[in-house]
């Protein structure tokens, strides 16, 4: 896979983990995803399937604290 140019997510905790990283692809519309934490895992996905993914995401019930 060509060199990508990676950008964190603005949800990000801000330290190390804990983080969502995307990258355009280098040629044609893809997008990459990867968590932080196993960046050599890369999804590739069309536009629309991430919006999709999102969409889904944001329309769960909210994940339960960890303290």
Avoid at 50 to 66: E, G, I, M, N
Wanted: charged share 20%.
């Amino acid at each position: 896979m060509p060199h990508l140019v990676w950008q964190k997510s603005s949800f990000s905790t801000g330290g190390e983990g804990e983080c969502v990283e995307l990258a355009a692809a280098t040629t044609g519309t893809d997008i990459h995803l990867r968590e932080s934490d196993e960046p050599h895992h890369i999804a590739t996905l069309a536009p629309h399937t991430l919006a999709a993914l999102l969409h889904t995401v944001k329309s769960l019930p909210p994940l339960p604290s960890r303290k």
